[in-house]
């Protein structure tokens, strides 16, 4: 695995252990990063910024068609 897919995987994990934690009220680039232990320009960079980081969450876990039973 890549640097940069080590990072991504360290950022998606930490975007689930945050919403699990908290909710969606508690998801944010700064919360997220430190979570994850990296730079929150990292989610701009690799992401776009927090919806690009949900949207590559949501994909991954099949989110849409695995809720919609």
Same mark, same amino acid.
């Given at each position: 695995m890549s640097r940069r897919e080590n990072t991504e995987r360290k950022l998606l994990?930490?975007?689930e252990e945050q919403?699990?934690?908290t909710g969606m009220v508690g998801v944010g680039v700064n919360a997220v990063a430190k979570r994850a232990g990296v730079s929150k320009e990292?989610?701009?960079r690799y992401f776009d910024g927090m919806p690009?980081?949900?949207l590559a969450w949501m /994909?991954? /876990?099949d989110f849409w068609t695995a809720r919609a039973g």
């Open positions: 994990n930490a975007l919403i699990n934690a990292l989610i701009y690009g980081l949900l /994909q991954e /876990q």
